[in-house]
């Protein structure tokens, strides 16, 4: 463990073995930091917060401060950042409230970009990455594998389905579902995440049933619950559509058009 003469811990605080924090960084009590990880200087953690393993944090990050709901009353809501996270500078992210799970969660191997925010009671997949400035309003679902481009913002209560893409600048103001690519202001569809897909593994069946489902949503006329109606047929034995079919079902702010 190397914690820099300069940084404030608060006794309370529980660092595990081979953490290293910077100078100026002040860490509250309610806060746990697992092995390995990194808090560059000038970064402020506030508790009820728990850090996993090999996270990197850089300095003039806010990390577990209290949420910018007006409705928050300094109730003991907690964030939870899982393992090997990069959080550049001057990241922003919020604890959750109690009209919510009263809790902000992360997941894994994500990497915020410098400026990201994320707000109040969001729940953060693995495997994302989101670019300088995206903006998450607070109770945003993001599924593993997601792309925000730079200064996107994210319309509270939104869901973002696993593998899909927003454009730099989008403004999110409905559900993206999974493996779709949206842009705009306010972001619509354009088509498939094809090459994030291929990228990730995802063998040319699949990929040739995900357009076909992509079609039927987008491309044939329907409503959404006529189009869920041939989806439940083209998922059968797909799984990779079943997935889509899930994202669009759990939907209740409406998909991008």
Excluded at 15 to 42: K, T
Excluded at 100 to 108: L, N, P, S, W, Y
Excluded at 155 to 166: D, L, N, P, R, W
Excluded at 232 to 238: K, L, T
């Amino acid at each position: 463990m190397t914690i820099h003469p300069q940084a404030i811990i608060d006794p309370a605080a529980k660092i595990s073995e081979g953490v290293s924090v910077g100078p100026f960084s002040v860490i509250g009590p309610d806060v746990e930091i697992g092995e390995g990880s990194v808090i560059h200087s000038h970064v402020v953690v506030k508790g009820p917060t728990v850090i996993g393993k090999n996270n990197t944090i850089f300095q003039f990050a806010s990390v577990g401060e209290d949420c910018q709901d007006k409705k928050f009353a300094g109730e003991a809501t907690r964030l939870v950042i899982g393992d090997d996270n990069v959080i550049r500078e001057g990241c922003t992210i919020h604890r959750g409230t109690i009209q919510d799970e009263a809790i902000t969660r992360i997941g894994d191997d994500n990497l915020f970009m410098a400026y990201v925010h994320v707000a109040h009671d969001c729940r953060i997949g693995s495997h994302c990455i989101f670019a300088n400035t995206t903006t998450m309003a607070g109770h945003v679902h993001v599924d593993d594998h997601v792309i925000l481009g730079g200064g996107t913002m994210v319309h509270q209560f939104c869901k973002i389905g696993t593998h899909s893409m927003a454009a730099g600048g989008s403004i999110v103001l409905r559900d993206i579902p999974a493996y779709v690519m949206a842009s705009g202001q306010s972001a619509s569809a354009h088509g498939l995440n094809s090459e994030g897909l291929k990228r990730r593994g995802f063998d040319q069946d699949a990929i040739r049933a995900l357009k076909d489902a992509y079609r039927t949503i987008y491309r044939k006329g329907l409503r959404l619950a006529e189009a869920l109606e041939v989806l439940e047929v083209q998922a059968a034995n797909v799984p990779e559509v079943r997935v889509l079919l899930d994202s669009l079902k759990r939907s209740e702010r409406g998909i991008v058009r």
